[in-house]
């Protein structure tokens, strides 16, 4: 196993176990984790959530998709008001799995303070050429607050409440990369991966739903909104140094390069430890 690969995986799993964190809980199921400081800060809200030696539970009178929201929402805001998070504005499902059932939604922001589990979409943009595979990267914008002008994906973003992953793409495409729904379509949807990491917003737990978009030769991405500043193409064993060998690539997207690296056969995972790094959550 390539340690420079590797270190991408490790930078984005830092947390060795959830010891310290308690559960938070929505009836029987589990759908974050709480660090020490949030949990003191929740117990200033006794109405909505009660405290047992199973975790934090949202109260079981607060029934319905729309009132947990509700009191997640007050939630949200009181952490803010204590500089845990900050409001996005952009509602996110809550689910104890992946495909489970939504049993409320809450702010984007407030994702990570409370280990919610948060789903995106990145789409590779590959052309295949005579001398090889090609890549189409995007170079974030430097007043992005996360990643600021790091190499990203050609598509990628978080899916909002209520978007499917494919949904999701498509908007993406056109908001981000100037991509026709017709082409976007087009997108195979080639896996997924996983990771938990700690931040300074708390821990995220982050499910990426993976795509490749074969992009013709002629057809140029162009940003559309203030997300990416540029985009280029490049031959893929220059994405393959930047990934072993820079800082220069958004932390999730080398996780996402490396499966595509894997799944080309251009790099080599012979104990597979590597593969199974790259899912953390399912």
Known sequence: MDPRLHRHVEACNNIPSPAGYQPLLIGDAQVGWLAPD?????????????????GVSLAASIRGAGARSAALAEAAQGLAKRGFLRIRGEEFDVRATPEGEVLATVDRGALPALGIMSQGVHVNGLVRRPDGLHLWVGWRSKDKSVA??????????????GLTPERCLVKEAEEEASLPAELAVKARPVGRVSYIMRTEEGMRRDLLHLYDLDVPEGVTPKPNDDEVERYELWPVARVLEAVQDTGDVKFNVNLVLIDLLL??????????????????MT
């Open 263 to 280: 799944r080309e056969g251009l790099v080599q995972d012979p104990d597979g430890a590597l593969r199974a790094g790259l899912d953390q």
């Open 148 to 161: 600021p002008g790091q190499m990203d994906n050609i598509v990628a973003g978080g899916i909002p409440a």
């Open 38 to 54: 949030v949990v003191r800060a929740l117990t200033f809200n006794p109405r909505s959530f009660h405290f047992s030696a199973r």
